[in-house]
């Protein structure tokens, strides 16, 4: 089982950049996929970036050349560069780790984007 907990989300000016961590515990971080999804009021969750265990990333369109996943497997943790941060970017952001059959959630992390 793993255990994953959110952090670095805040209030944030139009433009400015916030890192994201997502901190897991239990074994086996290396072998899972990590996502970053984010869910603003009154829409739907929705997956933000994925990195596979291998390194292998992909992006929503609406977050491509701002943000940037990482993972650090010696350190069990994930990451969520945002650059350029827009108002719309606004959401509780929540790292998801998978493998086949499991799925494990953080308690999520607010982030805000307002002058």
């Known amino acids: 089982q793993v255990q994953l907990v959110e952090s670095g989300g805040g209030l944030v000016q139009p433009g400015g950049s916030l890192r994201l961590s997502c901190a897991a515990s239990?074994?086996?971080?290396?072998?899972?996929?990590m996502r970053w999804y984010r869910q603003a009021p009154g829409k739907q969750r929705e997956l933000v970036a994925q990195?596979?265990?291998?390194?292998?990333?992909n992006y929503a369109e609406a977050v491509k050349g701002r943000f940037t996943i990482s993972r650090d497997n010696a350190k069990n943790t994930a990451y969520l560069q945002m650059n350029s941060l827009k108002p719309e970017d606004t959401a509780v952001y929540s790292c998801?780790?998978?493998?086949?059959?499991?799925?494990?959630w953080g308690q999520g992390t607010q982030v805000t984007v307002s002058s």
């Open positions: 998801n780790a998978v493998k086949l059959g499991y799925s494990y």
């Open positions: 239990g074994s086996g971080f290396s072998i899972y996929a």
């Open positions: 990195i596979t265990r291998g390194g292998s990333t």
